[in-house]
C-alpha cells in the first residue's frame, strides 16, 4: 500500500512541485493496521514512518523508517505514539526542527513549530500534574507521566519523547536519532527513550543533514507523509 503524496517507481513522476507525488521511494512502507487497538505491556510493536523531502525544493523523495515501540520498558510513551499513529494525527505533520549530529524532531500536529501537542488518550496527568480527569479543563491539555529511568538510553537509532523543562509534559512531538552519533548521555534519564529504529535509520541521517534556517527549520519542509501503525 503505497502512501499518499509518494509514488514507488526509481524514476521521475509527471507531478512536480512540492505538493505533487514523490519522484523516488526509498523503500515501500507497511500496509495500514486500520482503527486504534492496543498492544499487551510485555510485547513490542512496530510504527511505519513515511517522511518526504525536496533537497532541491521541487522533487519529492520518500524515505520509509521502521520504529519497534518498547511496551515492557515505557509502556504508557510507546502506547501513546502507536495511539497517535493511529489515530492519523501525524499525517502531514512536518518535522520543525533538525539539528545535524543529533536528532530530528516532530510530532507538533497541532502548531507545527513545537509549541504544540498533546498526549493521544489519559494517563492519569494534565499539564504536567496528576490528577484525576474530571479535573483536566480538556483533551488539549492531557500529557505523559515521565518513563525516563526505564534503562532506555539516547543512542543513535532510537526514539524519544519530547517535552518541556517540566516533568510529565510529554504529548506528542518525539525526536529520532541518527545513525552518526554516539550517545545523548545527557538526555538520559530526562527525556523517555521508548523505541529503537530498525529499519531505514540510514534516513534519519540523510534527513539530519538537510539545509536549516532560523530556529533549526528546514528550509525544504520534511513532512511525515504518514504513520502507520503494525497489526
Given at each position: 500500500?503505497?502512501?499518499?503524496?509518494?509514488?514507488?517507481?526509481?524514476?521521475?513522476?509527471?507531478?512536480?512541485?512540492?505538493?505533487?507525488?514523490?519522484?523516488?521511494?526509498?523503500?515501500?512502507?507497511?500496509?495500514?493496521?486500520?482503527?486504534?487497538?492496543?498492544?499487551?505491556?510485555?510485547?513490542?510493536?512496530?510504527?511505519?514512518?513515511?517522511?518526504?523531502?525536496?533537497?532541491?525544493?521541487?522533487?519529492?523523495?520518500?524515505?520509509?523508517?521502521?520504529?519497534?515501540?518498547?511496551?515492557?520498558?515505557?509502556?504508557?510513551h510507546?502506547?501513546?505514539?502507536?495511539?497517535?499513529?493511529?489515530?492519523?494525527?501525524?499525517?502531514n505533520?512536518?518535522?520543525?526542527?533538525?539539528?545535524?549530529?543529533?536528532?530530528?524532531?516532530?510530532?507538533?500536529?497541532?502548531?507545527?513549530?513545537?509549541?504544540?501537542?498533546?498526549?493521544?488518550?489519559?494517563?492519569?496527568?494534565?499539564?504536567?500534574?496528576?490528577?484525576?480527569?474530571?479535573?483536566?479543563?480538556?483533551?488539549?491539555?492531557?500529557?505523559?507521566?515521565?518513563?525516563?529511568?526505564?534503562?532506555?538510553?539516547?543512542?543513535?537509532?532510537?526514539?524519544?519523547?519530547?517535552?518541556?523543562?517540566?516533568?510529565n509534559?510529554?504529548?506528542?512531538?518525539?525526536?529520532?536519532?541518527?545513525?552518526?552519533?554516539?550517545?545523548?548521555?545527557?538526555?538520559?534519564?530526562?527525556?523517555?527513550?521508548?523505541?529503537?529504529?530498525?529499519?531505514?535509520?540510514?534516513?534519519?541521517?540523510?534527513?539530519?543533514?538537510?539545509?536549516?534556517?532560523?530556529?533549526?527549520?528546514?528550509i525544504?519542509?520534511?513532512?511525515?507523509?504518514?504513520?502507520?501503525?503494525?497489526?
Amino acid at each position: 500500500m503505497l502512501a499518499p503524496g509518494c509514488l514507488e517507481n526509481q524514476t521521475a513522476s509527471s507531478a512536480t512541485g512540492l505538493s505533487g507525488s514523490c519522484d523516488l521511494f526509498e523503500t515501500t512502507p507497511s500496509n495500514s493496521s486500520g482503527s486504534a487497538t492496543g498492544v499487551g505491556s510485555n510485547e513490542t510493536s512496530e510504527v511505519t514512518l513515511v517522511v518526504s523531502h525536496a533537497s532541491d525544493g521541487t522533487n519529492l523523495i520518500c524515505y520509509s523508517i521502521t520504529i519497534e515501540l518498547n511496551h515492557a520498558l515505557a509502556p504508557n510513551h510507546a502506547n501513546n505514539f502507536r495511539t497517535h499513529s493511529q489515530l492519523g494525527n501525524y499525517d502531514n505533520v512536518t518535522f520543525h526542527r533538525i539539528i545535524d549530529d543529533f536528532m530530528v524532531q516532530g510530532g507538533d500536529f497541532v502548531n507545527g513549530d513545537g509549541t504544540g501537542g498533546y498526549a493521544a488518550r489519559w494517563y492519569g496527568i494534565c499539564d504536567g500534574q496528576p490528577m484525576n480527569q474530571s479535573e483536566c479543563p480538556d483533551y488539549t491539555h492531557y500529557d505523559v507521566n515521565d518513563e525516563a529511568d526505564n534503562g532506555l538510553q539516547h543512542f543513535g537509532c532510537t526514539i524519544s519523547m519530547a517535552k518541556t523543562n517540566y516533568p510529565n509534559t510529554a504529548g506528542s512531538q518525539f525526536f529520532l536519532m541518527p545513525d552518526d552519533i554516539t550517545h545523548h548521555q545527557w538526555l538520559d534519564g530526562i527525556h523517555t527513550v521508548f523505541g529503537t529504529v530498525i529499519r531505514g535509520c540510514e534516513h534519519i541521517t540523510t534527513l539530519s543533514e538537510v539545509a536549516t534556517g532560523q530556529g533549526d527549520r528546514p528550509i525544504s519542509p520534511v513532512t511525515l507523509v504518514s504513520a502507520t501503525a503494525s497489526d
